[in-house]
């Protein structure tokens, strides 16, 4: 006996290494043979390639929408979202999360622009920021500055000029310049040109801010207060005053550093910061956009499932706007998220068991309806609606009237009628009509009171839908009112058993077009005689 034991031990030893499945690099049909312990999922590269592997099922069944990028041996970039991740065969990647706020480019002068990698599908690979030198626009040019003072004037003077941060003023061929402290006199911006003054007073600003001006500036004699302004570009001309001596600060003898203009305030002249749109110089590339500096994916709808191939036996299915419930976290096969739009971050679409059979070779019993499920078609009870009624409604506390529509769908899970409040006065000729009901374990009754009045033309709620009063005298004509027209109701409450079908025979054979008629409800309400006349209350 205990020989026999020892060798049942030792043939468990034997087989347990096998019952244990290494499920990385198994092939996706050896990975479906190994569902549930083994989980074939995919990856996306930043080129847009998708590719299978094989990953042993964690304890929240892969479910865990963990982004995480790794490179293969061949240096491709690949992005899981599943936290079941291949243990060998990739190295961890983490993705460049520079942003033009962090480069900082303004204080180099320079503008900011994401540069699209040439793969880019995936978040693995976004957008790079750099900084770059505009093309064209505004700012120091380089050169040399010429300019003199004529009797009266006042060199170009560091003084009384405020230069940003960073920057230091000196004074170049007469001329105050905001320079870096790293750049030489030589090099600072400059402009060609002449400054020339001739007596008299004059107080006012000379403006240049950016690219290059040629021209001159002019002041001769006399008293003369007001400024000129360039702004960018190239522009050439003159401005000439006749006026007085020259005092006090001017704009005309200061250089501003790109991004920056001068402005007199007070007794200095200041180089005041441009007012910057954070996306004016970012260049975000296809399918982002620039806010608040920051380069956004754009947002683009789409169907999930149109990029999934699931695999034989099952079909994919949607994230529901209720969240996954657990039969789908539990059954599913493979697990997909959304790459359309923004960053994938939640699991969107899953692949689930395709369920077997149809309902379209079952037919339910009356109140039943067929569902799909996974494990076949399945005959359901349909729920019927809980339908308003005129008591509902409080019509009457309104002044109104209430009157029940029979609706022309007539689906079990619809109502047949609704009620609706509709103003007295709105009714044409004088047409009324009551309604009384017994309990709903009682046989029910509907008394229709019919005043006829005078119409004219055919169109009167008098004479119910514009049918004329010979018409409506007739008791077959009676019959056809129910189903396309306005039936009148009070405050008495309807349902399921008391919805009864009109026979021609339930009207009293004593009916005459002028006087009130009765209508006896009896006979039982069949759905297949929907389409046939009958009335509700």
Same mark, same amino acid.
């Given at each position: 006996m205990r020989i026999l034991k020892l060798a049942a031990l030792s043939?468990?030893?034997?087989?347990?290494?096998?019952?244990?499945?290494? !499920?990385?690099?198994?092939?996706?049909?050896?990975?479906?043979?190994?569902?549930?312990?083994?989980?074939?999922?995919?990856?996306?590269?930043?080129?847009?390639?998708?590719?299978?592997? !094989?990953?042993?099922?964690?304890?929240?069944?892969c479910l865990a929408s963990k982004i995480s990028c790794k490179k293969d041996p061949q240096g491709n970039i690949y992005e899981f979202w599943s936290s079941c991740t291949p243990s060998s065969g990739f190295t961890d990647f983490i993705p460049s999360n520079a942003t033009c706020s962090s480069l900082n480019c303004n204080a180099q002068q320079m503008s900011c622009k994401y540069v699209q990698q040439a793969c880019h599908e995936t978040s693995c690979c976004p957008d790079i920021p750099q900084c770059q030198i505009p093309a064209t626009g505004g700012g120091p040019a380089t050169g040399s500055a010429t300019g003199q003072g004529t009797s009266g004037g006042t060199p170009g003077s560091c003084d009384k000029v405020n230069c940003p941060n960073g920057y230091i003023c000196t004074i170049v061929n007469q001329l105050a310049v905001c320079v870096s402290p790293s750049s030489s006199s030589s090099s600072s911006s400059s402009t060609t040109g002449s400054h020339t003054t001739t007596g008299g007073s004059t107080t006012g600003s000379h403006t240049t801010t950016g690219g290059s001006t040629t021209g001159s500036h002019t002041t001769t004699g006399g008293s003369t207060t007001g400024s000129h302004t360039t702004t960018g570009g190239s522009t050439t001309g003159s401005h000439t005053t006749t006026g007085?001596?020259?005092t006090g600060p001017t704009c005309g003898n200061v250089n501003c550093p790109r991004g920056y203009h001068c402005e007199v305030r007070g007794s200095q002249a200041v180089c005041v910061a441009d007012e910057f749109d954070s996306c004016a110089n970012v260049d975000c590339g296809s399918g982002y956009h620039c806010k608040n500096g920051e380069c956004i994916r754009d947002k683009v709808e789409c169907d999930a499932c149109d990029q999934i191939n699931c695999?034989?036996?099952?079909?994919?299915?949607?994230?529901?706007?209720?969240?996954?419930?657990?039969?789908?976290?539990?059954?599913?096969?493979?697990?997909?998220?959304?790459?359309?739009?923004?960053?994938?971050?939640k699991i969107k679409v899953i692949c689930v068991p395709s369920p077997?059979?149809?309902?379209?070779?079952?037919?339910?019993?009356?109140?039943?309806?067929?569902?799909?499920?996974?494990?076949?078609?399945?005959?359901?009870?349909?729920?019927?609606?809980?339908?308003?009624?005129?008591?509902?409604?409080?019509c009457e506390s309104n002044g109104l009237l209430c009157v029940l529509t029979p609706q022309k769908k007539t689906d079990e899970e619809c109502c047949p009628i609704i009620p609706i409040c509709i103003n007295p006065s709105t009714i044409a000729a004088s047409t009324i009509a009551t309604t009384t009901a017994s309990t709903r374990h009682s046989t029910a009754s509907t008394i229709a009171s019919l005043v006829t009045g005078t119409t004219s033309g055919g169109g009167g709620m008098g004479s119910f839908g514009g049918r004329s009063d010979e018409e409506s005298s007739d008791p077959n004509a009676i019959l056809g009112l129910f189903e396309d027209d306005i039936f009148w109701g009070d405050n008495d409450e309807y349902f399921s058993d008391n919805y009864r079908y009109v026979d021609e025979e339930d009207i009293d054979e004593d009916f005459n077009g002028n006087d009130e008629f009765e209508i006896d409800v009896e006979g039982d309400f069949q759905e297949d005689d929907f389409e046939e006349e009958y009335a509700f209350y």
């Open positions: 043939c468990l030893l034997f087989i347990a290494p096998s019952l244990s499945i290494n !499920c990385d690099g198994l092939s996706k049909d050896q990975c479906e043979q190994n569902f549930p312990q083994c989980q074939i999922l995919t990856a996306k590269s930043c080129c847009g390639e998708s590719k299978s592997y !094989c990953a042993e099922r964690d304890s929240n069944d007085g001596s020259t695999p034989k036996g099952h079909h994919c299915i949607s994230q529901p706007k209720g969240g996954w419930i657990g039969s789908h976290k539990k059954r599913h096969w493979q697990l997909h998220p959304e790459h359309c739009g923004g960053r994938p971050n077997k059979g149809t309902c379209k070779t079952v037919q339910c019993p009356k109140g039943y309806k067929c569902k799909l499920y996974a494990d076949g078609p399945t005959c359901v009870k349909i729920e019927k609606p809980k339908c308003l009624t005129c008591k509902d409604m409080h």
